[in-house]
């Protein structure tokens, strides 16, 4: 059973239902002349997006644009399979991941290595998208929905290179993607999201305030919904994550597991929270993805310049 809401005037909230599980994963659905898709949700997610769009009367001719936030299969994995359904629609992405919707066998074969028997019981796989469907957004490019309506693109990499949000001008709600976190509405925590192989902690901040100076009047999160007081939740997400950076970079120093440090310092964080969205919050956003992002970034860089240098204000 699919689940929409409005969040705002002319925004629609989709419920993709990842795995079954409700409020995990969202998309949005932008309303106006030429409707705009933000997300689509997991390959296996398609089937419950197209009902619920099909529920909200859009039809195959009527949906203009599909704009995914980056390219990872919970977000961008449904792109081709939509664009077959709404032959219409132009397929709008950061232009680090484009290459990847027109091929995506070199993504899927690293997602097979990260999520591994997951992949194709809960994810699926991407569909080739043909080139001429995708538009390659820039930052700062608008996206026209109605008249006196656009989504705004920001650039805003950390949690990955090919990562844009996107600021709708009518309701001031700012789609981010994963550049927050993850905060799912039944756990109540929010988490950074910190995967390998792209995460940068000082883009990542950067990213951040660039939201903050926005004033968006809402934060739309993958995971999941819209959140409350955007500007109070941007400075929680800047401190958790600084948060997290430094146990890693510590743990990194000390030659200690950098997951089982996290898992130390941050399991407590967790200890109300009923163990079935425990569940769901760990499968999507799992200390180990985190602690090999946090990982990779600090043996780029800890050697270099410092790590603990990097970050600060």
């Not at 077959?84 to 992405?93: K, L, N």
């Not at 401190?239 to 743990?251: D, G, I, M, N, P």
């Not at 597991?257 to 964080?269: G, H, K, T, V």
Request: charged share 20%.
């Amino acid at each position: 059973m699919t689940s929409t809401r409005e969040i705002a005037p002319g925004v629609i909230e989709i419920d993709t239902l990842l795995g079954g599980w409700d409020r995990v994963t969202a998309g949005y659905l932008l309303t106006g002349e030429a409707p705009v898709l933000i997300e689509t949700g997991s390959q296996s997610s398609v089937p419950t997006l197209l009902e619920a769009l099909a529920g909200l009367g859009v039809d195959a001719g009527e949906l203009a644009g599909v704009a995914v936030t980056h390219i990872h299969l919970d977000h961008a994995g449904g792109v081709g399979d939509v664009a077959r359904a709404f032959p219409s629609a132009t397929v709008y992405v950061h232009e680090k991941g484009a290459r990847h919707l027109v091929d995506p066998a070199r993504l899927v074969d690293s997602a097979a290595k990260v999520y591994g028997p997951l992949l194709d019981s809960l994810y699926g796989r991407l569909d080739p998208t043909p080139a001429e469907r995708i538009h390659v957004l820039a930052d700062g490019e608008e996206l026209r929905v109605g008249p006196g309506r656009v989504l705004t693109t920001v650039d805003s990499p950390g949690h990955a290179k090919h990562h844009l949000a996107l600021h709708d001008s009518v309701s001031g709600v700012l789609f981010a993607g994963d550049a927050v976190g993850v905060r799912l509405p039944d756990a109540g925590v929010l988490r950074p999201s910190t995967p390998p192989p792209d995460f940068d902690l000082d883009q990542a901040l950067h990213s951040l305030h660039r939201f903050a100076d926005r004033r968006p009047a809402g934060l739309a999160l993958a995971h999941y919904g819209l959140v409350p007081d955007p500007q109070a939740i941007l400075h929680e997400a800047e401190e958790t994550l600084r948060r997290w950076a430094a146990v890693a970079e510590q743990a990194w120093r000390d030659n200690r597991d950098i997951a089982a440090a996290l898992e130390d310092a941050f399991a407590r964080d967790l200890g109300a929270v009923d163990p079935s969205q425990r569940e769901k919050l760990e499968t999507l956003n799992g200390v180990h993805s985190n602690a090999a992002g946090f990982r990779r970034w600090l043996d780029t860089w800890g050697s270099s310049d410092g790590a603990g240098s990097r970050g600060q204000p």
